[in-house]
C-alpha cells in the first residue's frame, strides 16, 4: 500500500531531551517536507526536501534539524526540545512529475514537551 | 507575500449545499488546493485549480477566480462524513516546492 508512515504516533517527554521522529514514504517521492499544526494558526512547514541531500528551511526551521540520506526518509530531529515544540506534526511527501505539488500526509505525530 | 482568508467555522444540513470561501493576497501563485481533514487524521487532497473556472469532482467542485484573489469549495448533497476542516493553499509562483495552508474551515453538518 502506498503510503507515509511516522514514529512515534505520540510522545511525551521533557524539555532539553533530544529526539527524533521518523518518516519514510514507499511511492519513490522526491520532495518531501514537515508541517506542525497548532490551533488557530493551521499547517506551517518547517523543513522540506527537494531530493536525497537536498533540504532547505520553510516557515518555522528554528529548533528543528532534518536530514535526507535515503529518498524514502525523511527524519525530524529536536535537539533540546521545549514546551513551545508541543503540536501535531505532520510528514509530506510529493511526486514532481504531475506539474503541481499533491502532497501525501503521514498520520501525524502527537508531540508534549513538558 | 501571502495571506489566505477563510471562514473559521460554518453549519450546514445534511443533504445540504455549503459554499467555503477561500480569499488570498498574494504577489502570485501557481495554483490553488483544497484539503479535507477529518478531526485526528491527515490533511487528503480534494482539488487544485490552476485556472479561472470551476472544476467539478463528483459532489465537490472547486472554482478560482485569480483576478478577484477567491476560491471556493463547494460541497452538495451533504453527508455527515463531510463534517471535516477544509484547506485552503497556494503554490507561489515559481515556488513548486512550498505550500503556503490557510487556517481551514471547520464545517459542522447537522442531521
Known amino acids: 500500500e502506498a503510503q507515509v508512515t511516522q514514529n512515534p504516533r505520540y510522545l511525551i517527554t521533557v524539555t532539553g531531551k533530544k529526539l527524533t521522529v521518523t518518516c519514510s514514504q514507499n511511492m519513490n517521492h522526491e520532495y518531501m517536507s514537515w508541517y506542525r499544526q497548532d490551533p488557530g494558526l493551521g499547517l506551517r512547514q518547517i523543513y522540506y526536501?527537494?531530493?536525497?541531500?537536498?533540504?532547505d528551511k520553510g516557515d518555522v526551521p528554528e529548533g528543528y534539524k532534518v536530514s535526507r540520506k535515503e529518498k524514502r526518509n525523511f527524519p525530524l530531529i529536536l535537539e533540546s526540545p521545549s514546551p513551545n515544540q508541543t503540536s501535531l506534526y505532520f510528514c509530506?511527501?510529493?511526486?514532481?512529475?504531475?506539474?503541481?505539488?499533491?502532497?501525501?500526509f503521514g498520520p501525524g505525530t502527537r508531540l508534549t514537551v513538558l | 507575500g501571502q495571506n489566505i482568508d477563510q471562514p473559521t467555522e460554518m453549519t450546514a444540513t445534511e443533504g445540504a449545499i455549503v459554499q467555503i470561501n477561500c480569499t488570498y493576497q498574494?504577489?502570485?501563485?501557481?495554483?490553488l488546493f483544497w484539503y479535507q481533514q477529518h478531526a485526528g487524521e491527515a490533511p487528503t487532497f480534494l482539488s487544485y485549480?490552476?485556472?479561472?473556472g470551476l472544476e467539478e469532482k463528483g459532489r465537490f467542485s472547486s472554482f478560482l477566480s485569480r483576478s478577484k484573489g477567491y476560491s471556493y469549495l463547494l460541497l452538495k448533497e451533504l453527508q455527515m462524513k463531510d463534517s471535516a476542516s477544509y484547506l485552503c493553499a497556494v503554490n507561489p509562483m515559481n515556488r513548486d516546492d512550498k505550500i503556503i495552508f490557510g487556517k481551514g474551515t471547520r464545517l459542522h453538518i447537522l442531521p
Open positions: 526536501s527537494m531530493n536525497v541531500e537536498v533540504t
Open positions: 498574494t504577489s502570485g501563485f501557481n495554483g
Open positions: 509530506a511527501s510529493s511526486p514532481r512529475d504531475r506539474g503541481y505539488n499533491e502532497q501525501f
Open positions: 485549480n490552476v485556472l479561472d
